[in-house]
């Protein structure tokens, strides 16, 4: 295994354990140092530091019968400097996939992950633009919301409690 290989392992292994200390301390927001902002609800965060201006809306799950589905969202970008979307994670050690939009075009795929350019607004799941598919959807809390832990660049790990909704 390569030493970045192994690195990512381990960030892998560690964002699922903060995921799942997140999932049962009942907290949300962001794991970023700045913690969660005020306004932030199922479907929305917003992550705001030195370097860091995040904003995720509209992040809902859409689930097939099968139990797959898919995570859709927009993420405002409000930083001068490109940002990555490297990994999401879900309860229980599932991780998503992620596709990116075409070649040349914002949210493409490069070696380090979905690009988010510089101060830009990329939409996942939605028309030719970037996608994750998620292989196994947890069920849902009664509140109809699934923890999830998104692993930026620059960020860092976010939390988020996308909406649950059935295809």
């Keep these: 295994m390569t030493p970045f290989r192994a690195g990512r392992a381990l960030i892998a292994t560690a964002a699922v354990a903060a995921l799942a200390t997140a999932c049962s301390s009942g907290s949300g927001g962001s794991a970023h140092p700045s913690g969660p902002a005020p306004h932030d609800a199922p479907g929305r965060v917003t992550v705001r530091a030195p370097g860091v201006d995040l904003t995720i809306t509209d992040a809902v799950v859409h689930v097939l019968p099968s139990g797959a589905g898919t995570l859709t969202m927009t993420v405002h970008h409000g930083d001068g400097v490109p940002e990555h979307l490297a990994m999401v994670a879900t309860p229980g050690g599932g991780r998503g996939t992620l596709t990116g939009a075409p070649k040349g075009t ?21 028309g030719k633009g970037p996608g994750i598919a998620l292989e196994k959807v947890p069920d849902g809390t009664s509140a109809h919301t699934l923890p999830l832990l998104l692993e930026f660049g620059v960020a860092r790990l976010v939390r988020l409690s996308a909406i649950v909704s059935s295809y």
């Design 106 to 126: 914002d949210g493409m795929m490069t070696s380090a992950g979905v690009l988010l350019p510089a101060d830009s607004t990329v939409t996942f799941g939605r």
